[in-house]
């Protein structure tokens, strides 16, 4: 079974500052993907980025990017410019396309403050 | 695209009772998944549909809980004899193909 570890359970970032949200993750298997989720206080789960375990080009959607490493099951979450409305959980989730599951396994998330 | 919906947002009930919630999937995604989440937790895989098939149970899924999907349209998750430990936010996603994009979430409190 996959699993999905977030060490960090909260951080705090100074607003236009930079931060980075670690993830690693366990499984056996060599074609997966890898998703951010932002979940703001009392809203909905969104898509933040997504990779795919086959491409070596790290991610990128605007502010957001990730540090892809395969080899250390490491997927980390860079945000540049830290603004107000980032303040959200973040979770990293693990998905093993396939015959029969497309589930996605979260990690406990990190709690991720932006400070004015 | 509307987005993922899912009703009521809350419920509040007695242990014992039977609640059922409904989510409306954006339309044409062929997957469909219900989450569990329990407060400071990520959400957790309960049932998945490709159509109108369910193809996978956790074993979180317990005989009180069952799913439908008819036609392959809104998918319904039924809690039957609701226990206190059934308190949670229950989400619902879909998915054409691999990413998936979730609802607002049904919080369910029960007393």
């Known amino acids: 079974a996959q699993t999905v570890t977030q060490s960090q359970p909260e951080m705090s970032v100074q607003e236009a500052e930079t931060v980075t949200l670690s993830c690693t993750y366990d499984?056996?298997?060599?074609?997966?993907?890898l998703f951010w989720y932002k979940q703001p206080p009392s809203r909905q789960m969104i898509l933040v980025i997504r990779?795919?375990?086959?491409?070596?080009q790290n991610a990128t959607e605007n502010r957001f990017s990730v540090n892809f490493q395969k080899a250390a099951k490491s997927f980390s979450l860079k945000i540049s410019d830290s603004q107000l409305g980032d303040t959200a959980m973040y979770f990293c989730?693990?998905?093993?396309?396939?015959?029969?599951?497309?589930?996605?396994?979260f990690g406990k998330g990190t709690k991720l403050s932006v400070i004015p | 695209d509307t987005g993922v919906s899912q009703d009521p947002r809350h419920k509040i009930t007695k242990r014992g009772q039977n609640v059922t919630f409904r989510c409306d999937p954006i339309?044409?995604?062929?997957?469909l998944y219900w989450y569990r989440q329990t407060l400071g937790q990520g959400p957790e895989f309960l049932t998945y549909?490709?159509?109108?098939?369910?193809?996978?149970k956790s074993r979180l899924l317990s005989d009180r809980f069952s799913a439908e999907r008819p036609k392959g349209s809104f998918s319904t998750l039924e809690i039957q004899r609701t226990e206190q430990g059934d308190s949670a936010m229950y989400l619902c996603?879909?998915?054409?193909?691999?990413?998936?994009?979730f609802g607002p979430g049904t919080r369910l409190l029960v007393l």
């Open positions: 989730a693990f998905m093993k396309p396939g015959a029969g599951s497309y589930q996605l396994t």
């Open positions: 499984t056996s298997e060599s074609n997966y993907y």
């Open positions: 990779q795919e375990a086959y491409k070596q």
């Open positions: 339309s044409e995604h062929n997957r």
């Open positions: 996603a879909s998915s054409r193909p691999e990413t998936q994009y």
């Open positions: 549909f490709q159509n109108e098939a369910q193809l996978e």
